[in-house]
């Protein structure tokens, strides 16, 4: 996931480069970096096609990155708002679903994070 992430973030810059010798780490501190700087701006992440839970093996890996990225997100706005309240900009990650999905959740060996979904209105006011 972090090699993929990683990649799509400098080719989108036009700054690509096959360089697979970063280890895990050097890439988690990568993309930390990026969602830093995103919480200084005005940000959308949109994620489309979210997978149904029937289709359980790409749902739960999905799942899981779509938390991991929550989870980052609000880790960094936490530690900015500290630092540097005066900086932050907005960040919003929408998730395209055929289902509700209430709450997505990650526990690892080491946290535990829950990030509650709020669904959008479809119905024009």
């Not at 010798?21 to 959308?44: G, V, Y």
């Not at 359980?56 to 938390?67: F, G, R, S």
Request: glycine share 2%.
């Amino acid at each position: 996931m972090w090699k993929a992430f990683h990649f799509s973030v400098v080719s989108a810059k036009g700054k690509f480069q096959s360089d697979l010798s970063l280890t895990r780490e050097q890439l988690k501190d990568f993309a930390s970096t990026q969602i830093k700087n995103s919480c200084n701006t005005e940000t959308l992440i949109f994620i489309k096609n979210f997978p149904k839970s029937e289709d359980k093996d790409t749902y739960k890996q999905i799942v899981l990155c779509t938390a991991i990225l929550g989870e980052l997100v609000t880790n960094c706005w936490k530690e900015l708002e500290i630092i540097q309240p005066n900086t932050l900009g907005r960040v919003a990650i929408v998730i395209e679903s055929e289902t509700a999905i209430p709450r997505l959740s990650v526990e690892t060996e080491e946290s535990s994070f829950i990030l509650s979904i709020e669904p959008l209105s479809t119905s024009a006011t």
